[in-house]
């Protein structure tokens, strides 16, 4: 049977939505576009400013900025806790094995727009990181040729971080649909937004050992994946050789690493998706018919992203007070 999921599976996953229905209603009363209105109310044009400068000086800035959001989002809710340095006996997010790899463009997006703001008498100590990197994120996909959108604004920065947060909270490169989709439920999301959410992957980079088995060691019967196009295959072969140095990186999307599209779209089509947890989006036939739709019309991808954008942005939030407004986004008050 071509399913995404079982009947049963179906059936956690309503059920699970329905659970966090009340708390997304909650929120959604305390965030709003224009939080900071009386209190700052340039906030917005200020964070672009930053942003924008930020991207003409690194390459890696949109894709760097836009994975540190959905780590964030996806460990302990958007609060900016990814961002907070490790103290004394804790080990903090950003240092558990999972973020490791996260560029550290995408922190100094969020602190060089921070310094911003704090730069602005009427606004110090008023704006939180978390609202930063979400403003941040939305520039970032906007100057990489993404959709511009309004962002709700009103989180507060969270005071704990964690290395013990992170087991479980992210999806790995190896994941299969049955993984992703009860993770994605979890925060809200449903299928069309996860392969939405997916086509970030538009943008970036990737180092070799987080897809090497799927070219050199899938299973016994298979030394390739087979859902791989064999021309990929050798390609990705020819630049990343076994046990390939740290060093070496793989655009996630080989065609317009640099833009933000719908190009991962028609890769995925092609047997181009360089993660399993990429190519699986269109091993089924449901998942299968929202990849051809997004990859035949833009305007529904990025309708579908700016609301799975949303939806995520809210997931976890502090407010009112709950939280606080880190004059530092890297140190708790």
Known sequence: MDRLISRSQF???????????????????????????NSCPNVESIVRSAVEQKYRQTIVTAAATLRLFFHDCFIQGCD??????????????KDHPDNISLAGDGYDTVIKAKAAVENIP???????????????????????GGPHYAVELGRR???????????????HSDFHLKKLLPMFAFRGLSVRHMIALSGAHTLGFSHCNQFSSRIYSFNSTHKVDPTIDAVYAKELQGMCPQNAPSRVVIPLDPDTPQVFDNTYFK???????????????????????????????????????????????????????????????????
């Open 11 to 37: 059936l956690h996953l309503v059920l699970l939505l329905l659970s966090i229905m009340s708390n997304i209603s909650c929120i959604n009363a305390q965030l709003h576009r224009d939080f900071y209105r």
């Open 80 to 93: 900016a806790s990814i961002i907070l340095r490790s103290s004394g006996n804790n080990t903090a997010e």
């Open 122 to 144: 009427a606004c110090k100590n008023k704006v939180s990181c978390a609202d930063i990197l979400a403003m941040a994120t939305r520039d970032v996909i906007a100057l990489a």
């Open 157 to 171: 920065d969270g005071r704990i971080s964690s290395q013990n947060s992170v087991p479980n909270n992210l999806p």
């Open 267 to 333: 890769n995925l089509q092609r047997g181009k998706g360089l993660f399993t947890s990429d190519q699986t989006l269109y091993t089924k036939r449901g998942s299968r018919r929202i990849v051809n739709m997004f990859a035949s019309n833009k305007t529904a991808f990025e309708r579908v992203f700016i609301a799975a954008m949303t939806k995520l942005g809210r997931f976890g939030v502090k407010t009112g007070n709950l939280g606080e407004i880190r004059k530092d986004c890297a140190v708790v008050n």
